[in-house]
T-cell receptor, first 116, second 113 residues
Framework: DTGVSQDPRHKITKRGQNVTFRCDPI?????LYWYRQTLGQGPEFLTY????????KSRLLSDRFSAERPKGSFSTLEIQRTEQGDSAMYLC??????????????FGPGTRLTVL | AQSVTQLGSHVSVSEGALVLLRCNYS??????LFWYVQYPNQGLQLLLK??????LVKGINGFEAEFKKSETSFHLTKPSAHMSDAAEYFC???????????FGAGTQVVVTP
């Protein structure tokens, strides 16, 4: 079990550009989560997938943000027309209803986005 | 709605001294409670969790936490701090077995020799 992986680890972009992040969950974890963490704050929930279905979205997920999990395995988070306020660490987590009935989530290392 | 309050954004402890990090929560249903640790530029690692049953839970690296329903608290302790404990610690709550975790703002722990 290699844990949750995220790619890239760092992304620097210019305001107005589009960026896409990828998350590979722990194999056979059917639940996948995206969070955003700004400096000095705790992670804030963005969205949640069970298999390929996106079941919950935060109001933080504006129409510039879109997340997919097309085959119920890896997920992508795209931000269109990036703004400086999008600069943050984007964290992915996964969990399994089989191995944990208590919403125990395992986090990846994160993708740090800097918008210039 | 659920929420988490961590008292103290920064805590400084001497090596070998007690570490005490405070967490209070609000939840309309019996909660699941978690403590995570984050080292610089890394993701979050689960230290311990409370689900049901025993209110004193033990986690990794010598940490433990006690769930006190009457005080709506879930404070994290470690009897003797080690230099490697320097990190940021987050308390989180969930009101169901799936879905989002609600995190506190975090407590940065500094360990001095």
């Amino acid at each position: 079990d290699t844990g949750v992986s995220q790619d890239p680890r760092h992304k620097i972009t210019k305001r107005g550009q589009n960026v896409t992040f990828r998350c590979d969950p722990i194999s056979e974890h059917n639940r996948l989560y995206w969070y955003r963490q700004t400096l000095g704050q705790g992670p804030e929930f963005l969205t949640y997938f069970q298999n390929e279905a996106q079941l919950e979205k935060s109001r933080l997920l504006s129409d510039r943000f879109s997340a997919e999990r097309p085959k119920g395995s890896f997920s992508t988070l795209e931000i269109q027309r990036t703004e400086q306020g999008d600069s943050a660490m984007y964290l992915c987590a996964s969990s399994s209803h089989v191995t944990s009935a208590y919403n125990e989530q395992f986090f990846g290392p994160g993708t740090r986005l800097t918008v210039l | 709605a659920q929420s988490v309050t961590q008292l103290g954004s920064h805590v400084s402890v001497s090596e070998g001294a007690l570490v005490l990090l405070r967490c209070n929560y609000s939840s309309s249903v019996p909660p699941y409670l978690f403590w995570y640790v984050q080292y610089p530029n890394q993701g979050l690692q689960l230290l311990l969790k409370y689900t049901t049953g025993a209110t004193l839970v033990k986690g990794i690296n010598g940490f433990e936490a006690e769930f006190k329903k009457s005080e709506t608290s879930f404070h994290l302790t470690k009897p003797s701090a080690h230099m490697s404990d320097a990190a940021e610690y987050f308390c989180a709550v969930s009101d169901r077995s799936w879905g989002k975790l609600q995190f506190g703002a975090g407590t940065q722990v500094v360990v001095t020799p």
